[in-house]
């Protein structure tokens, strides 16, 4: 076996929250062989697997993973012209970094680690493909944008636990057109005095604006905590009677896109607090951090107050983005 499994590894220096307990067995893949092998070694003994990437988006609990953690470490970008192709290892921001140096339009709204929507654009927008591992056929499948069913914050890859994503392709253009409307973005240009900025000005802004809102190192956190919450007009009608500023997003089909972080700022008042070491982040109310020791449990702990005290205040429901295995 290529592959090398270790036990007992600790999941926390793995993940940016810092926090969860050991997996019972790990190992790093680097490529689409080592990661068969890998799940041919959890079939075997009738366990489940875990894929993790950069660790963010993820809160381990601080009971042992029972199974196996696959590490995915394939890496690699290539061109083909605007069409890039960039392997489930590549880190994100450099990525991203690699393209806009390229001069390649896209991408540079996205311009941070894990943001599969930002700053008014979203990725779905620019793939052309998907490759995915099918644990269950053991091969890799191709799926063009379409047949990968995005949805806020959904795939078909969030739906169908047997594919694990091993590279995407991108369509990007040579000629793109600043897409600034976003009000921190907007605002930023509008600061620096820049009326028509060019590809690597938005992405240096982009960046610059995510770092500003975003906790320093040691500071643990898992990138933004919730999700967007999606209502009916009726209900947001009623929500505007109530709240006159409430920030949100027409959907074109009879929805609306509530700001999360407006509702637990502005109506919660929970921006800044703490609960020992697990807090809301000071800048940015959509952000739950560790400042040090906190547990999966305390920070659970405290999205659970906050999801109940808006369910309270407005009836809306409010759920978390980050994937929380073994609470």
């Known amino acids: 076996m290529a592959i090398h499994i270790e036990e007992y590894i600790a999941l926390a220096p793995?993940?940016?929250?810092h926090v969860g307990g050991n997996a019972r067995f790990f190992t790093r893949i680097t490529s689409v062989e080592d990661l068969r092998e890998a799940v041919l070694f959890a079939r075997a003994k009738t366990i489940p697997v875990f894929v993790l990437g950069g660790g963010s988006n993820t809160?381990?609990?601080?009971?042992?993973?029972?199974?196996?953690v696959i590490?995915?470490?394939?890496?690699g970008i290539d061109y083909d012209g605007t069409r890039v192709k960039a392997q489930?290892?590549?880190v994100w921001d450099e990525f991203v970094g690699n393209v806009t140096e390229r001069n390649l339009w896209g991408l540079e709204n996205l311009a941070v680690v894990q943001n599969i929507g930002a700053y008014g654009v979203e990725v779905k927008e620019t793939i052309f493909s998907v490759d995915a591992f099918d644990t269950e056929t053991m091969q890799i499948k191709t799926f063009l944008r379409d047949e990968c069913e995005f949805g806020y914050r959904e795939s078909i890859f969030k739906k169908n636990k047997n594919l694990i994503v091993v590279s995407a392709t991108f369509e990007l253009t040579a000629s793109g057109a600043p897409n600034i409307d976003y009000e921190d973005v907007k605002k930023y240009f509008y600061e620096h005095i820049i009326n028509t900025p060019s590809l690597i000005e938005i992405r240096e802004a982009i960046v610059a604006i995510r770092t500003a809102k975003m906790p320093r190192h040691p500071i643990g956190t898992a990138g933004s905590f919730f999700k967007n919450p999606v209502v009916h007009m009726p209900q947001y009608e009623s929500l505007k009677k109530q709240f006159p500023e409430i920030k949100s997003y027409l959907q074109g089909d009879n929805t609306v896109k509530l700001s999360a972080a407006w509702l637990i700022d502005h109506v919660g008042g929970w921006r800044g607090v703490r609960r020992g070491d697990a807090g809301v982040h000071e800048k940015q109310a959509l952000i739950l951090v560790n400042y040090g020791s906190a547990t999966a449990k305390e920070i659970l702990s405290l999205a659970e107050e906050i999801k109940k005290d808006i369910k309270q205040k407005t009836n809306v429901d409010i759920e978390e983005e980050v994937v929380i295995i073994a609470k």
Do not use: H, P
Not at 59 to 68: K, Q, R, T
Not at 71 to 75: A, G, S, T
């Open 71 to 75: 590490k995915i470490e394939i890496n």
């Open 59 to 68: 809160l381990f609990g601080e009971a042992e993973y029972s199974g196996l």
């Open 88 to 90: 489930a290892g590549e």
């Open 14 to 17: 793995l993940t940016t929250m």
